[in-house]
């Protein structure tokens, strides 16, 4: 079974600092990775899409990059901004297996980011 | 370019009540799947549906049970419901030619069982 882990839990860091957020999955069998962002009570907001295929993926200020083997994606926000305020998510798809099935995202617990101004 | 929307916004249901909720894909996307978000948790996936039949399915049980349109809008159907139906309910629009496609999720329905 696919477990999805972010840490930290939380984080709070003055404005204009450059931080990392990370992401580990148990299992390296997926299909891709994405990172959200959620703010309280909304939806999700995709932010990036890395493929398994592929180590990393940029946005603006925002870097994503994902090692398969090791299980492992980070987040890289540069220079923070009170607006990045919100709950980051990391989830994984696993690959699909025989038949045509399709499955899911499997979610972490996300990172709850404030950033102070 | 109309994004993934979702209605009602917040209901309040009794428990053993049933309800309805509903999705409108993004313009061009042929599937739809439905996560539920305890507070403080991550999405957890329910179904998805592709070309209106259910593709997958996560661990939820049959009292959960939904379906796709011609023009690829979604219902999510929950009988019998119970407190710990209590959550945020997500619905999240993509376009799979070969699999694993980004989606796209609306702001969802807060649904309060009592």
């Known amino acids: 079974k696919q477990e999805v882990t972010q840490i930290p839990a939380a984080l709070s860091v003055p404005e204009g600092e450059n931080l990392v957020l990370n992401c580990s999955f148990t299992?390296?069998?997926?299909?891709?990775l994405q990172w959200f962002r959620q703010d309280p009570g909304k939806g999700l907001t995709s932010l990036l899409l890395i493929q398994s295929s592929q180590r990393e993926q940029t946005s603006g200020r925002l870097n994503a990059s994902l090692d398969k083997s090791s299980g492992r994606s980070t987040l890289y926000i540069a220079a923070s901004q009170p607006g990045d305020s919100a709950t980051y998510l990391c989830?994984?798809?696993?690959?699909?297996?025989?038949?045509?099935?399709?499955?899911?995202?499997?979610f972490g617990k996300g990172t709850h980011l404030i950033i102070q101004p | 370019e109309t994004g993934v929307t979702q209605s009602p916004t917040h209901l309040i249901k009794t428990r053993g009540q049933q309800v309805t909720l509903r999705c409108s894909s993004q313009s061009g996307h042929n599937t739809v799947s439905w996560y539920q978000q305890a507070l403080g948790q991550g999405p957890q996936f329910i179904f998805q549906y592709y070309r209106e039949e259910e593709n997958g399915r996560g661990n939820f049980p049959p009292r959960f049970s939904g379906l796709q349109f011609p023009n690829y809008s979604s219902e999510l159907n929950v009988n019998a419901l119970e407190l710990d139906d209590s959550a945020l309910y997500l619905c999240a629009s993509s376009l799979e030619l070969t699999g694993g496609s980004e989606q796209y999720f609306g702001p969802g329905t807060r649904l309060t069982v009592t």
């Open positions: 299992d390296s069998a997926i299909y891709n």
């Open positions: 989830a994984v798809r696993r690959v699909f297996y025989s038949g045509g099935g399709a499955d899911g995202l499997t």
